[in-house]
């Protein structure tokens, strides 16, 4: 059998598992050990120890560390009120600024993706006072959660970023060098969210209506007490990146030395209780064991599609085509917008990069800059129906329905 035709049952083998609503570890699973079996002529005796081989290699990596350890630092300060202290701490700051407490939102979840790595975990902890605050003071709706539900995919791409560790794992890319790349983009994203909230304002007053507040003349007391309520997350984020930019911890000792922070923090917020801390605990080992299985099931897969030679036929079939690198890059980003609205973020990259990496190196594009690029598309994929997370996390907020709060996302989309 061809190349070609291995490739197309194989890719029709996994669509058919995951349409049929099996679980994304177990499609993949499946996918790649059938393929081997029934396509490459190897047997059981061949395939067991690869899957065992690529199984073991990949969870005791030191670089997997960072996964569940920048997780387990979000889940504690989920459980703290740092969200309200955002919210109160950023006040003064905006209250001048067109569309005002507004900005809280974008701001807002642009710090907390600083400590957090998690979009949803970002949407989460800073939506739950924002969507609250704004609605009581009649401030627009569809602006208010369309903004939330655009600033919190900035959790995947503002370092520490569990989707960019996955990455760095799966591409075998320097994740300091992916942190790193993934702080202007994320801060632009924010400036622009921020920029047409402005313009919106500007144009339409209603949007932020007058409370009796604005342009108030805060004092330097208002302004110190301000940055009080801003200084955990300050601190968490010198403590945490700081590490690492100046070179003194790895990105998984980083993770490490973040945790220590979130505790630190919680317990001088006077907040960390035997409670807390076990849930915090519970809730890393569930998001760990799901992010975990997907990083081995996707290495298995990147193995099985080696040993079948599909990669490197693929990206000489491309080459074939003779498409301009930004042709190429086109073509990935539609095909990412319509995966996204079936499938999350994080598993998109992951049941795909083995295809797509080496297309993209072979067209020229450096590896970092492409894992910069899927990041993007994997924050259109959290606020895309009939699948986003980020939409589910705001109608939970606000009891609305899933039309509505897609409908207010898309000026951010």
Same mark, same amino acid.
């Given at each position: 059998?061809?190349?070609?035709?291995?490739?197309?049952?194989?890719?029709?083998?996994?669509?058919?598992?995951?349409?049929?609503?099996?679980?994304?570890?177990?499609?993949?699973?499946?996918?790649?050990?059938?393929?081997?079996?029934?396509?490459?002529?190897?047997?059981?005796?061949?395939?067991?120890?690869?899957?065992?081989?690529?199984?073991?290699?990949?969870?005791?990596?030191? *670089?997997?560390?960072?996964?569940?350890?920048?997780?387990?630092?979000?889940?504690?300060?989920?459980?703290?009120?740092?969200?309200?202290?955002?919210?109160?701490?950023?006040?003064?700051?905006?209250?001048?600024?067109?569309?005002?407490?507004l900005?809280?939102?974008?701001?807002?979840?642009?710090?907390?993706?600083?400590?957090?790595?998690?979009?949803?975990?970002?949407?989460?902890?800073?939506?739950?006072?924002?969507?609250?605050?704004?609605?009581?003071r009649?401030?627009?709706?569809?602006?208010?959660?369309?903004?939330?539900?655009?600033?919190?995919?900035?959790?995947?791409?503002?370092?520490?970023?569990?989707?960019?560790?996955l990455?760095?794992?799966?591409? *075998?890319?320097?994740?300091?060098?992916?942190?790193?790349?993934?702080?202007?983009?994320?801060?632009?994203?924010?400036?622009m969210?921020?920029?047409?909230?402005?313009?919106?304002?500007?144009?339409?007053?209603?949007?932020?209506?007058?409370?009796?507040?604005?342009?108030?003349?805060?004092?330097?007391?208002?302004?110190?007490?301000?940055?009080g309520?801003?200084?955990?997350?300050?601190?968490?984020?010198?403590?945490?990146?700081?590490?690492?930019?100046?070179?003194?911890?790895?990105?998984?000792?980083?993770?490490?030395?973040?945790?220590?922070?979130?505790?630190?923090?919680?317990?001088?917020?006077? *907040?960390?209780?035997?409670?807390t801390?076990?849930?915090?605990?519970?809730?890393?080992?569930?998001?760990?064991?799901m992010?975990?299985?997907?990083?081995?099931?996707?290495?298995?897969?990147a193995?099985?599609?080696?040993?079948?030679?599909?990669?490197?036929?693929?990206a000489?079939?491309?080459?074939?085509?003779?498409?301009?690198?930004?042709?190429?890059?086109?073509?990935?980003?539609?095909?990412?917008?319509?995966?996204?609205?079936?499938?999350?973020?994080?598993?998109?990259?992951?049941?795909?990069?083995?295809?797509?990496?080496?297309?993209?190196?072979?067209?020229g594009?450096?590896?970092?800059?492409?894992?910069?690029?899927?990041?993007?598309?994997?924050?259109?994929?959290?606020?895309?129906?009939?699948?986003?997370?980020?939409?589910?996390?705001?109608?939970?907020?606000?009891?609305?329905?899933?039309?509505?709060?897609?409908?207010?996302?898309?000026?951010?989309?």
């Amino acid at each position: 059998m061809s190349v070609a035709a291995i490739s197309s049952v194989f890719v029709f083998t996994l669509l058919v598992l995951l349409a049929g609503g099996i679980w994304i570890f177990t499609s993949l699973f499946l996918s790649s050990g059938m393929a081997l079996y029934f396509l490459a002529d190897f047997p059981l005796a061949r395939i067991i120890p690869i899957a065992k081989s690529v199984v073991w290699t990949t969870i005791t990596s030191y *670089q997997v560390a960072a996964v569940p350890l920048f997780i387990w630092m979000g889940e504690i300060l989920f459980r703290t009120d740092l969200s309200l202290r955002l919210f109160r701490g950023l006040v003064p700051f905006v209250n001048r600024v067109p569309g005002r407490l507004l900005h809280t939102n974008v701001l807002g979840c642009t710090l907390f993706a600083a400590v957090s790595g998690s979009s949803v975990a970002t949407t989460a902890t800073v939506g739950r006072i924002t969507t609250v605050e704004l609605m009581k003071r009649n401030y627009d709706y569809s602006l208010s959660i369309g903004a939330l539900a655009g600033s919190g995919g900035l959790g995947m791409m503002i370092p520490p970023s569990i989707v960019l560790v996955l990455y760095g794992l799966l591409a *075998q890319e320097s994740i300091a060098k992916l942190f790193v790349a993934g702080i202007m983009p994320g801060l632009l994203l924010a400036a622009m969210y921020m920029t047409y909230i402005v313009v919106i304002s500007l144009l339409r007053p209603e949007v932020a209506p007058s409370d009796g507040n604005d342009g108030q003349a805060y004092t330097w007391r208002d302004y110190l007490f301000a940055l009080g309520d801003l200084g955990p997350v300050v601190f968490l984020i010198v403590f945490v990146l700081g590490g690492i930019y100046t070179g003194i911890v790895t990105p998984s000792e980083a993770a490490a030395v973040g945790v220590l922070g979130a505790v630190i923090t919680a317990a001088a917020m006077r *907040q960390l209780t035997i409670k807390t801390f076990l849930e915090s605990i519970r809730g890393t080992i569930k998001t760990s064991c799901m992010v975990l299985s997907l990083l081995v099931a996707a290495s298995f897969l990147a193995a099985a599609m080696s040993f079948m030679h599909i990669p490197v036929t693929l990206a000489e079939y491309i080459a074939g085509l003779d498409l301009s690198p930004l042709a190429l890059i086109l073509v990935l980003g539609l095909f990412y917008l319509l995966l996204g609205m079936f499938i999350d973020g994080m598993s998109i990259i992951v049941i795909t990069l083995p295809i797509t990496l080496p297309l993209v190196i072979a067209a020229g594009f450096d590896p970092i800059w492409y894992g910069v690029f899927l990041v993007i598309v994997a924050e259109l994929s959290v606020i895309t129906p009939p699948v986003g997370f980020n939409l589910f996390v705001i109608q939970g907020l606000t009891g609305d329905g899933i039309h509505r709060v897609a409908i207010a996302t898309i000026p951010f989309f």
